[in-house]
Structures are given as structure tokens and as C-alpha cells.
């Protein structure tokens, strides 16, 4: 039963990985039908899309989410400030050594500074790693988001273009804290429809996350066929080494086996979604939105394979019982 849903997993992550490459490809063709819509700009769209996506996620928490930092708080603090001092100093590193035109290495910090990818949960599931931990880490690097991204982000990208702390902290908080903010009222006094809910919001999420990289793809196509296939392995080996980094720093702090697959996971994995919002909010979502729009199914790509590599070899000592599925807020940001 165990491994049937691993296998489910796996089959509609890898579906999903699929359906946004084929995104990707459709916009890059014909951007037109992805850049507006009868006169209506459709990047306008981003904003509220990662907004329902956010509802969603909060319609799902509970303070149950956070017994982890009580439970395990030396392993979430570690997974938490591995992914934020890894990836934004990769980004950072990598903008550097890759030498593009300032605001497409403003997106490569981006993505760098933005907090876990929520497909995490779903490829911890699936790599037989420390759900729980990985549900707690996501949730709370999420929350931290409104603070740590804008300092990170005028910290590292402030060389490639000007970085508005504040504005960036509204506009992260109008994206992410609100939303889940709603979304855990609506749990609290109507759990029965919020279970309902949360069946839906997978696909929801899906959806939203290929419409928006579609748009973005579209909106940047000039920039991606000067620079594309440079950025994109640029993302391809921020992705790989965060991965690496993020399992062997867990090792490094003598970390079991599975939970150092959970944070290789959580630092690999960002949330690209996020990022392409903030790139809307700022007017620049066809160049430092480009990074963002390229990580998401880069990062579903390899991590579908590492979750799927690491299925079929079960960690010698497996403290976490995952005979049932997590409860996964979102999938495929």
C-alpha cells in the first residue's frame, strides 16, 4: 500500500514536471495568448493566482505544524538556516561568475533568497525523508519569508538594481502572510469545508504554477532567447549543488539519514512562485522574473528523480512511521 502511493507520487510529479516543460515550450512559440487576453495584461494575474495558492496552504495549518520546532528544534533551525544561507549565497555567486546584464542576475539572487519550494512536502513523502520536519521547515521559512528575502535581497542583488526593503516587505506579506493568515481563520471556524478544500487545492496549485510560469515564459521571451540556455543551467547547477550542500551540511551537524534527505530537499527546492510575484510587483517580471520561471521546472525535474532515486533505497534507520500520505499544502510552487 506503502509503495502504491509512493508510486502515485511520483507518477503525477513527474506528470506535472512534463506538463510544465510542455508550458514552457507552447509560450516560447506562440507568447501571444500568454501575454494578453481582449487588451488584459495576464502577468496581472500572478499576484492573485500565488495568493489562492497561499490561501490554500493556510487552510491546511494548525499549530500541529509547528510541534516539530518543540520536537525536533536543533534539526528545523538547521534546515531552516541551511536553505537561507546556502541558496542566497549561491545565487549571489553564481549571478557573479555567469556575468548576465544586471536585472537577469537580480531574478538568479531572487529565487536564491526566496524560502522552500511547497512540492517539498510531496518529494520528502516520496524519498522516504522526515515529512514532518520538512512540513515544519517549509512552513516556517514561509513565514520568515516577509523579513529575511527583502534584507537578503538588498544585501546581495543591491549591486545589480535597486532593492526597496520596505516595499518588498508589503508586497511579500500582501503575497504570503495574509493570505495564510485568511486561510488559517477559515480552518479554525469552518474545518469541515477546509478539508474539502484541501482536496482541491493540489490541483489548484498546479494549475496556477503552469499558468504562471506560461505568462512569464511569454513575457521574457526576448531576454530568454538571448540568454536562455546560459540562465538555464546557471539555475540547473544552483538547484544541483543546493541539493548536495543542503545534505552534506546536514551530515556535517550529524543528522540521520532521513532528515538530512529532508533538508538536501527543503535548501534544493525554492519557491519559485513567490519570487516571480515579487519580480510582478516590481515592474520587472520579463527579466528578473526569467530565473524564477526557469527554476520551477528545473527543480521539479531533478527533485522528481532524487525523490525517486532515494524511494528505492529506504534509509537504514527510519524514525518518522509514513504508512499514509502527508497532508501537503501545495504542490509544484
Request: proline share 6%; aromatic share 8%.
Amino acid at each position: 500500500m506503502k509503495a502504491e502511493t509512493n508510486e502515485r507520487s511520483s507518477y503525477r510529479n513527474l506528470i506535472y514536471t512534463a506538463t510544465i516543460i510542455v508550458a514552457v515550450i507552447v509560450a516560447m512559440t506562440f507568447p501571444g495568448p500568454f501575454t494578453e487576453l481582449n487588451g488584459f495584461p495576464l502577468k496581472k494575474l500572478i499576484v492573485p493566482l500565488l495568493q489562492i495558492i497561499m490561501l490554500g496552504m493556510g487552510t491546511t495549518m494548525s499549530i500541529k505544524d509547528f510541534e516539530s520546532v518543540i520536537q525536533q528544534p536543533r534539526a528545523v533551525f538547521i534546515g531552516v538556516a541551511c536553505h537561507f544561507l546556502i541558496m542566497p549565497l549561491l545565487g549571489f555567486t553564481l549571478a557573479n561568475v555567469f556575468s548576465f546584464p544586471p536585472e537577469i542576475a537580480a531574478g538568479v539572487v531572487l529565487i536564491g533568497c526566496s524560502p522552500s519550494g511547497l512540492a517539498s512536502n510531496v518529494m520528502c513523502f516520496i524519498a522516504k525523508a522526515n515529512v514532518p520536519l520538512s512540513i515544519t521547515i517549509t512552513t516556517l521559512a514561509t513565514l520568515l519569508a516577509p523579513f529575511l528575502m527583502p534584507a537578503l535581497m538588498k544585501l546581495l542583488a543591491g549591486q545589480f538594481i535597486e532593492i526597496s526593503l520596505w516595499d518588498m516587505m508589503i508586497h511579500i506579506t500582501e503575497i504570503v502572510i495574509l493570505p495564510v493568515i485568511v486561510g488559517l481563520i477559515l480552518n479554525r471556524i469552518f474545518h469541515k469545508s477546509a478539508t474539502m478544500i484541501n482536496r482541491v487545492m493540489p490541483l489548484v496549485s498546479m494549475v496556477g504554477i503552469v499558468l504562471i510560469v506560461a505568462i512569464i515564459t511569454a513575457a521574457g521571451r526576448d531576454s530568454l532567447l538571448t540568454v536562455g540556455w546560459t540562465l538555464a543551467l546557471c539555475v540547473l547547477i544552483h538547484n544541483l549543488t543546493g541539493f548536495t550542500l543542503g545534505y552534506w551540511a546536514a551530515r556535517l551537524f550529524g543528522m540521520d539519514e532521513q532528515s538530512c534527505r529532508t533538508v538536501a530537499i527543503e535548501v534544493g527546492l525554492q519557491n519559485g512562485g513567490l519570487a516571480s510575484g515579487i519580480a510582478v510587483q516590481m515592474g520587472k517580471v520579463a527579466t528578473v522574473g526569467l530565473a524564477p520561471a526557469l527554476f520551477g521546472p528545473i527543480m521539479n525535474t531533478t527533485g522528481s528523480l532524487l525523490a525517486t532515486y532515494w524511494s528505492q533505497r529506504p534509509p537504514k534507520e527510519t524514525i518518522v512511521d509514513q504508512t499514509t500520505s502527508p497532508t501537503v499544502k501545495t504542490q509544484g510552487v
